[in-house]
C-alpha cells in the first residue's frame, strides 16, 4: 500500500504539479498561444497513460496479492510487480470500457441538453447548462441507477480475471467476468458494500487506517471472485503468473 501511494499517486501527482508550474509561465497569444494549446493536450494525453500504465501495475499486482494470499502461496513485494506483461491489457480494456460508456451516455445527454438547454456552445454559461439541465440529469441518472448496478456487477471481476487467468485477454476477461456474475449480482453487492465500507471507516483515520482496511477489502472481494469463479461457464484458468510463480 506505502508503495501504491508513493508510486501510483506520488508520480501522477508530481508531474501535474511540474507541468502546472510550467504552464503558469506561458503566456501571450496568436500562434505561441496555438502552439502551446497543441503541446498542452499532448503533455495531457502523455500523463493520462502514465496513470493508465500505473494503475495497471498497481491494480493487478494488488489482484495477485490478494489471490496468492488466499491461496496461501509465499508472498513478497515481487508479487506486486507480477503482471507487467499484461499492461497492455489493462490499457486496451479500460479504453473500451470507457468507450462504451461513452457510447451509451453520449446519447443521452445530448437528447436532455437539446431538450432543456437548447444549442449551445463553449461560450454557454456552465451555470446556465446546470440551472436547466440539472435536475433532468438527476432524475434520468435515478431512473437509470439499476442498469448501471446492473453492468458494474458484471464486470466487476474484469480486472480480476486479467490478472489471474494468463490465457484471458481484454474482451474475454469482460465477458468471463459476467458469466461469473451471472446470478451472484446480489452476492456481489454485498460484498461490495462491506468491502467499501472498511475502506471508507479505515481511510477516516487519517487515512493510516488504509494500510489495513484497503488490503482487507481487496481479500473480501478476491475470495468472492474466486468462490463465484469455481462452477461459473468459464475456461480453466492458466495461473503461471499468480500461483505458478516461485518467490
Do not use: H
Not at 503541446?39 to 493520462?48: F, R, S
Amino acid at each position: 500500500m506505502l508503495l501504491y501511494w508513493l508510486l501510483g499517486f506520488g508520480i501522477p501527482f508530481a508531474l501535474n504539479v511540474v507541468w502546472g508550474f510550467f504552464s503558469a509561465f506561458q503566456g501571450g497569444g496568436g500562434e505561441a498561444s496555438a502552439a502551446f494549446t497543441a503541446v498542452n493536450v499532448i503533455v495531457q494525453g502523455a500523463m493520462y497513460l502514465v496513470q493508465l500504465v500505473l494503475s495497471a501495475v498497481f491494480t493487478l499486482g494488488i489482484w495477485a496479492m490478494a489471490i496468492r494470499g488466499l491461496s496461501e502461496e509465499p508472498m513478497s513485494v515481487g508479487v506486486l510487480f507480477s503482471q507487467l506483461s499484461k499492461i497492455w491489457k489493462y490499457i486496451l480494456q479500460s479504453l473500451a470500457v470507457l468507450l462504451g460508456a461513452a457510447l451509451i451516455l453520449l446519447p443521452l445527454v445530448m437528447i436532455i441538453l437539446l431538450l432543456f438547454v437548447g444549442p449551445i456552445d463553449l461560450n454557454t454559461p456552465m451555470s446556465e447548462i446546470i440551472d436547466d439541465a440539472g435536475k433532468p440529469f438527476l432524475i434520468a441518472f435515478t431512473a437509470l441507477l439499476p442498469v448501471y448496478v446492473y453492468v458494474a456487477t458484471g464486470i466487476a471481476f474484469m480486472q480480476a480475471e486479467l490478472a489471474f487467468n494468463d490465457d484471458a485477454g481484454p474482451v474475454d476477461a469482460v465477458l468471463y467476468s459476467w458469466r461469473i456474475a451471472r446470478g451472484k449480482r446480489w452476492k456481489i453487492i454485498g460484498v461490495g458494500l462491506l468491502a467499501s465500507l472498511i475502506a471508507a471507516g479505515s481511510a477516516m483515520l487519517c487515512g493510516i487506517g488504509l494500510l489495513f482496511g484497503a488490503p482487507l477489502s481487496a481479500l473480501l472481494f478476491g475470495a468472492l471472485y474466486l468462490a463465484l469463479r469455481e462452477g461459473a461457464d468459464v475456461p480453466s484458468a492458466n495461473t503461471a503468473t499468480t500461483l505458478g510463480r516461485q518467490y
